[in-house]
């Protein structure tokens, strides 16, 4: 708590309680100030740290300036799309809080106790201080019942469709904020698919294999780049019609892309004795390891399909893998990514370093915030 981190864990408390999402005063053992904190009886994280300035006031003016404050911060970003994170939450403050930007639509998603009770005063508050009318909530995820709160959807201020098209580097992407992934797009991979498509249209990719495609973003992104043929691969098959449409969507030719409903490990596997070789991999599993604890199984789940992806290189092609696995640190995965190569009997120069885009921040005293880490590999 002295380097205010901003969590603090069951084992930690010696004594005391409160109400979900209640405010409580967090004392050291000779009764020092240390924060004010949002209490969870039924999350292993039993406080979730607002402030540590003994006199601040946690009310509806507080999170009216955090808002503000994390709205501004966007402001001050490049970022080629209509669709950004607005709130990332403890990183901007705001421990359990979400907010996603497409277009004059906004998503929420109250992952905490602490953002649960204030829940009418943070989605007025985002209102005015963006000027839309339209919030749809997606508190939905697994992290919410280790909170003790129950799934909840659906408009919290206005109504509409909630299927949406965005801009993303001159693209168009459709989702829906009623049933995609997290808030309905993956926003963070933003900057690794305009980097993708970047060195599609300098190294002149012919053959792309995407692993984990979802609903095409590195598809799109490859084929913008020029692209000769994309192969898709996806386990979802209503991600896959989307997918699908956004190649039609955005002008290019049909019969520049595959798309597979298949299982991705399966399909490695195949590929590879068929004899096929791609100029580009994508692999963008979902998350494997949520905590530590996870690591050791994951690690080797991350190894296989990275070292089937390394073998599907051709000399000179190009691997983007990722891990958005919390319980996976940057320096683990490039070690996993490192021992698959090994057993590839291939090496690689890394190229770039990947990671979240900066509307999604990892601040200095909280790492956790970097759960999406990658590697762009060059094979020799």
């Not at 000769?228 to 209503?238: F, I, Q």
């Not at 490695?268 to 963008?284: C, I, T």
């Not at 690690?299 to 996976?328: E, H, V, W």
């Amino acid at each position: 708590m002295q380097r205010r981190h901003p969590w603090v864990f069951d084992s930690a408390i010696a004594k005391g309680g409160g109400d979900p999402g209640e405010t409580v005063r967090i004392e050291a053992h000779d009764g020092s100030f240390l924060a004010w904190a949002a209490f969870s009886p039924a999350s292993r994280i039993r406080a979730r740290c607002w402030s540590f300035d003994e006199a601040q006031r946690i009310d509806a003016a507080f999170l009216q300036q955090r808002l503000q404050a994390a709205i501004a911060a966007r402001g001050l970003l490049d970022i080629p799309s209509d669709g950004l994170r607005l709130v990332h939450g403890e990183s901007d403050g705001l421990p359990g809080l979400i907010v996603d930007r497409y277009g004059d639509t906004l998503v929420a998603q109250f992952l905490s106790a602490g953002v649960q009770r204030f829940k009418p005063v943070l989605a007025d508050a985002l209102l005015q201080l963006t000027g839309l009318q339209r919030l749809y909530e997606r508190s939905d995820t697994s992290s919410r019942s280790l909170e003790g709160l129950p799934a909840e959807a659906g408009w919290l201020r206005g109504d509409g469709p909630t299927e949406l098209t965005i801009r993303e580097h001159g693209w168009q992407l459709t989702l829906d904020v009623a049933t995609g992934h997290k808030t309905g797009y993956y926003l963070d991979q933003r900057d690794s698919r305009g980097l993708f498509a970047a060195h599609a249209r300098r190294l002149g990719w012919q053959q792309v294999l995407n692993c984990y495609c979802y609903t095409g973003g590195f598809t799109v992104a490859a084929l913008a780049g020029g692209a000769g043929h994309v192969t898709s691969v996806d386990s979802s098959g209503p991600a896959l019609v989307r997918a699908r449409a956004h190649v039609a969507l955005n002008g290019f030719d049909a019969g520049r892309a595959e798309f597979l409903d298949a299982d991705v490990n399966a399909t490695l596997r195949r590929l590879l004795q068929e004899g096929r070789r791609f100029d580009a991999v994508v692999l963008d599993p979902p998350k494997l390891a949520p905590t530590a604890a996870h690591a050791e199984r994951a690690a080797r789940a991350y190894k296989d399909i990275n070292r089937l992806a390394l073998q599907l290189l051709a000399p000179g092609g190009m691997l983007f893998t990722y891990s958005c696995s919390g319980g996976i640190s940057a320096d683990l995965f490039h070690k996993i990514v490192a021992s698959a190569a090994i057993d590839a009997g291939v090496d690689g120069f890394v190229t770039a370093r990947l990671a979240g885009a900066p509307d999604h921040p990892m601040t200095l005293l909280f790492p956790e915030g970097e759960y999406l880490k990658g590697l762009a590999v060059l094979r020799r």
